[in-house]
């Protein structure tokens, strides 16, 4: 199993960048889907989640600003994220979490948010 995500970088305040997830191994549309962010000196945090049939929900931190999405026939899930703040710099992990069993990780991707 393999979660690879991408798109992370270096922008300015006020700046967007969209993030992707590819799976592969697992059977991407039977797993929730979600975004996590680690931020040096603080705890790993929910970000964004989709569930397999589309429901989303989002840390109030981010409503309005981020969107998550999911493309099945690519296993592939993304997040959008626009209007960004220096608080939103961290390092960004894609989980793959199914019904029943175990979860899994990306390896992270580091979003930096600075003038």
């Known amino acids: 199993v393999q979660l690879v995500e991408s798109g992370g970088g270096d922008v300015q305040p006020g700046g967007s960048l969209r993030l992707s997830c590819v799976t592969s191994g697992i059977i991407f549309s039977n797993y929730s889907m979600g975004w996590y962010r680690q931020a040096p000196g603080k705890q790993r945090e929910s970000v964004a989640f989709i569930s397999i049939d589309g429901r989303t929900n989002y840390a109030e931190s981010v409503k309005g600003r981020f969107t998550i999405s999911r493309e099945n026939a690519k296993n592939t899930m993304y997040l959008q994220m626009n209007s960004l703040k220096p608080e939103d710099t961290a390092v960004y992990y894609c989980?793959?979490?199914?019904?029943?069993?175990?979860?899994?990780w990306g390896q992270g991707t580091q979003v930096t948010v600075s003038s």
């Open positions: 989980n793959a979490r199914p019904l029943t069993g175990w979860d899994y």
